[in-house]
């Protein structure tokens, strides 16, 4: 009696993703009401900088009373009434506009300007990036994707849209790097499938890399799609995080370093952004898709109507946007609190003897557990997941869950926790490894004791009492 998307399961909700969230939920870590419960490590949430927010909004009194500023005058009236569905410029609140742009501006150095009329609100980067595959994409049709990558994207891109991902393969090698045998070798892939492509879709900076794309990779991009006549889409949705070199360089930034503004590759360019990350605001639903091709403008306008942003949020933000003394201390003061809790990340793994993927931005490490897998198999993989949601007590994300094609990285997020948090989860990850060292070491002196044991049976007796009288000095020495 029902539809098929009802009972299909391409939504992606029974992934390890998002199962660790529900073990998370089952027995939520709390200092004081449940200090033994598991830590969420699992979540890209930024909640280092709230208070930075709360001070303006003090600051502020009128803004979040829906007051027009320095007056007494209310707009709630202006605001319940206020409809944006239409996806006429008239209609649009074109302040807040004006105001996402600048800030999308200013995250990029202000070397690349966005023009608020190519720029279609959405209810986060999640309606955004679905609502770009229905304007690009036909159901079948294929967006290549490099892993690994977000895990949400098996549901924004593929379950209400009916397009299909295809991976592109990348490799810890070369630091999981997107080269151009990996392009031709997924567009292959698809046209083995028999599948159209319809474009790629990066993520710049990568979730779950916490890297972002080099120079070099982004030539390689649009190189690639200028011959194929294909689409880009480039979700920018963390371009705010990046806390240390190389500096970002946004897709924008090379079409104008190109001269390809105003061009036809330029228009099948398409940037997905939003605040749930940069602001740390993912309640808010606040997105939004920037096209450099009118008619996608046009269409994806129409269709915002099913995931809009509420117009007291539009409000509210275009305030503090406008506010550019505020915006440059967040952004620079986020960007400090986001390395010095990546340091803590990467310095804490690495006493454990755990590497991470050199990173410079996002909210999470890449991090390489390789040595620790019992096999080298995606099995193995999910069985040291489990040890570490159940016996250690942290969600994390297993790289199969992100489509990774090597068994053993994990994404662990840092920015979501308090720093006490961050500390507890090394020490329970410290004495993990430990007692797995332990547990080896005792496992492979019982396999030297069995193999003796077995060896000393089939000997003469001289060669095991000289044998015996080895150990016996050798365990001395040890002692
Ligand atoms: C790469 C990427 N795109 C999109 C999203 C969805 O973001 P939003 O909360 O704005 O819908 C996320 C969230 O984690 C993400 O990591």
């Known amino acids: 009696m029902l539809s098929t ?28 009401k449940n200090p033994n419960g598991i830590i969420q490590m699992g979540l890209a949430e930024n909640q280092l900088s709230f208070d930075l927010l709360e001070s303006w909004l003090q600051k502020n009194p009128d803004a979040a009373a829906f007051n027009k500023p320095n007056t007494n005058q209310s707009i709630f009236k202006e605001l319940a009434l ?30 690349v300007t966005f023009d608020p009329n190519n720029l279609v609100l959405t209810a986060g980067a999640t309606s955004a990036n679905e609502t770009l595959m229905f304007c690009l994409a036909n159901p079948g049709d294929a967006f290549l994707i490099p892993t690994p990558y977000y895990p949400g994207f098996d549901r924004d891109l593929k379950w209400r849209t009916g397009a299909e991902i295809v991976p592109i393969q990348c490799s810890s090698l070369n630091g999981f790097r997107i080269t151009k045998s990996a392009l031709d070798e997924a567009y292959k892939q698809a046209e083995k499938q028999n599948l159209k492509v319809k474009g790629v879709l990066v993520t710049n900076p990568s979730n779950p890399l ?14 690639f799609i200028s011959t194929k006549n294909i689409h880009l889409i480039s979700d920018e949705i963390y371009s705010g995080t990046v806390f240390s070199s190389p500096s970002f360089i946004s897709i924008m930034d090379v079409l104008k370093n190109r001269n390809l503004m105003n061009t036809d590759v330029c228009k099948r360019v398409h940037i997905v ?8 605001l993912p309640g808010f639903r606040i997105g939004a898709i920037y096209s450099n091709d009118d008619r996608v403008v046009s269409a994806a306008t129409k269709m915002s109507s099913f995931g809009l942003i509420s117009s007291q949020t539009q409000y509210l933000l275009s305030e503090i946007l406008s506010d550019k003394t505020f915006t440059k201390t967040y952004l620079s003061e986020n960007r400090r609190r986001l390395k010095q809790r990546h340091e803590m990340l990467v310095k804490g793994l690495q006493k454990t003897g755990i590497r ?62 308090s ?31 069995n193999r003796n044991s077995r060896r000393t049976k089939s000997l003469p007796k001289w060669v095991f009492s000289l044998s015996f009288h080895h150990r016996e000095v050798s365990g001395a020495d040890e002692r």
């Open 5 to 32: 998307k009802v009972t299909c399961n391409s939504h992606g909700q029974d992934s390890s993703y998002f199962l660790g969230w529900e073990e998370y939920e089952k027995n939520p870590f709390d200092e004081v």
């Open 82 to 111: 206020f409809q944006d569905y239409h996806g006429l410029p008239a209609f649009k609140n074109l302040r807040f506009l004006q105001a996402l742009v600048r800030f999308m501006s200013e995250i990029r150095g202000n070397t």
């Open 210 to 223: 916490g890297t972002s794309l080099s120079l070099h990779e982004l030539d390689l991009l649009v190189n």
């Open 273 to 280: 952004y939003s605040l749930s990350k940069d602001l740390g």
């Open 356 to 417: 991470c993927l050199q990173g410079n931005a996002g909210l999470f490490c890449w991090v390489d557990m390789r040595h620790l897998l019992s096999s080298d198999t995606f099995e193995g993989e999910l069985e040291l997941w489990e040890k570490i949601v159940y016996e250690v007590g942290l969600n994390i994300s297993p790289g199969s869950s992100c489509h990774c094609s090597e068994p053993g990285w994990f994404r662990v997020c840092f920015a979501n926790m």
């Open 419 to 449: 720093e006490e948090t961050l500390i507890l989860a090394m020490q329970r990850v410290k004495s993990f490894v430990d007692s797995m060292a332990k547990k080896n070491n005792q496992s492979r002196h019982q396999q030297l004791l």
